[in-house]
């Protein structure tokens, strides 16, 4: 987060829209990252400090509620796909949207699939 933050200041500063929309977007990853991470999380704080939180919820791990939260992120993604998928009308942007949102979902298909058998 302080290297996203420090960026995000930098953009701000600099007035430059893309530095601003990059690192805005990298610290809202982290915001929606750092509680959905049990025992895999990542160090947010990094470089003052390493330490690492772990959350009580995971999006993937089925024993600290990932069979509920999995489906939600994928719901979540879903209808942000169809948000931007109903705000662009070009077929460039509409295919980068489906490419992006079938990726999205790729790991929690398979991950789901996984554990059936």
Same mark, same amino acid.
């Given at each position: ?24 977007? @990298?610290?809202?990853?982290l ?9 895999? @999380?990542?160090?947010?704080f ?6 690492? !939180?772990?959350?009580?919820?995971? !999006?993937w791990? !089925?024993?600290?509620? @990932? ?12 209808g ?17 949207i ?17 554990l059936?058998?």
């Amino acid at each position: 987060m302080p290297l996203w933050g420090a960026a995000l200041a930098l953009g701000l500063w600099l007035a430059r829209d893309w530095i601003i929309a990059f690192a805005g977007a @990298g610290l809202l990853h982290l915001l929606t990252d750092l509680p959905l991470h049990h025992n895999d @999380g990542h160090p947010h704080f990094w470089p003052l400090t390493d330490w690492v !939180y772990a959350s009580p919820i995971s !999006y993937w791990d !089925y024993a600290h509620h @990932g069979a509920v939260v999995g489906p939600i992120e994928g719901l979540v993604s879903l209808g942000l796909c169809v948000l931007l998928w109903r705000r662009f009308k070009g077929w460039p942007a509409r295919g980068a949207i489906a490419a992006i949102g079938l990726l999205e979902m790729v790991p929690t298909i398979f991950l789901r699939l996984y554990l059936l058998f």
